[in-house]
């Protein structure tokens, strides 16, 4: 009996051990929040009580740090959820040594209360949303600093996966928390690899993810466009463009059985004009790739994140198959 308790006890704390299921959670990327049924629905099947909402950009005007398109909400379907401001500060604005952060922290802080304020809101966290580089990097972590003393909000920020390979370069920013931005990794071109999500360049920079030393949660893209180019050159993205929707279109037709279609015949699509001879190429993430996503950074994750978020709720979330999100968790 003695021999079976030894056992026994063994298997029972690797149980108790056992990473417990990431919390999935969404961002919230447009300028007018409103949650609509299939997103309250979406939200009611997964559990998701954290939304990452923008609420606003911070951008360069006439040389001075200004708040930009500030979210307007309607908060009528919020009732138990956790609201997680975004604020997009582009990188130009730290660039510009003429800016003083310990106004455009005062200014922000004000900014979010504001928000707050006007939809009866109480928040507890703000995540920061730059892709700093080696020459912005000293006034947007003083910057953070500064917002950090002057708020009692737990921060957060975004890091891209050249700022984990090379940290001891870049830097870390001075927050509680980083969120790893899984997408996004290369450069847009008409008919090259996929820029959202390639996996050949993201095994480049995975490695690196058992050093770095900032905890991590996780954004992995659910979102596609279309790549607009004439004569090779891109001229724009299709947002929201799928390669379902590409199909019903009888002006294109697929290239093989690529991700391409040639335009056949002109046809005016979201306010732009294609042209006999364009090239639109879609960008898409399937379910596949999401899997492998996951495979992959929990490979080289020194632990398994506690949250992984959905870029972005939008139409093209709905389009996944039914519960296939749980399989992420």
Not at 92 to 106: A, D, G, H, K, M
Not at 126 to 145: G, T
Request: proline letters at 5%; glycine letters at 4%; hydrophobic letters at 40%.
């Amino acid at each position: 009996m003695r021999k079976v308790l030894y056992l026994f006890f063994p298997l029972f704390w690797a149980c108790q051990q056992k990473q417990a299921p990431a919390q999935l959670s969404v961002y919230y990327w447009k300028t007018f929040f409103r949650l609509e049924a299939p997103a309250q629905q979406f939200l009611q099947d997964y559990h998701i009580q954290r939304l990452y909402v923008r609420y606003c950009d911070i951008i360069l005007r006439e040389g001075e740090a200004v708040p930009d398109a500030p979210v307007e909400m309607d908060t009528t379907h919020l009732k138990g959820k956790e609201i997680v401001p975004v604020i997009y500060i582009k990188n130009e604005v730290f660039l510009n040594r003429e800016v003083s952060v310990e106004q455009l922290s005062e200014r922000l802080s004000q900014y979010i209360a504001q928000i707050n304020r006007t939809y009866k809101l109480s928040v507890s966290e703000v995540q920061l949303d730059c892709d700093w580089s080696l020459k912005s990097r000293e006034p947007y972590f003083e910057f953070v600093q500064r917002f950090k003393a002057e708020n009692p909000y737990r921060l957060s920020a975004t890091i891209r996966l050249h700022q984990v390979k090379y940290h001891h370069t870049t830097g870390i920013p001075p927050v509680e928390e980083g969120v790893l931005m899984y997408y996004n990794m290369g450069k847009i071109t008409a008919t090259g690899a996929n820029a959202i999500y390639d996996r050949a360049t993201a095994q480049k920079y995975l490695s690196a993810l058992r050093d770095y030393p900032l905890p991590l949660r996780v954004a992995l893209p659910v979102f596609c466009w279309g790549v607009h180019s004439v004569a090779g050159e891109v001229t724009h993205l299709v947002s929201g463009m799928s390669s379902a929707q590409a199909d019903t279109l009888r002006q294109l037709s697929r290239i093989g059985e690529s991700n391409c279609y040639l335009v056949t015949q002109a046809v005016p699509y979201q306010g732009q004009l294609w042209q006999k001879g364009d090239i639109i190429k879609i960008e898409e993430i399937t379910p596949s790739d999401l899997q492998t996503m996951k495979a992959d950074l929990f490979k080289y994750m020194k632990q398994p994140p506690k949250e992984i978020i959905l870029y972005d709720l939008n139409t093209h979330i709905y389009t996944y198959e039914k519960d296939f999100f749980k399989k992420l968790r």
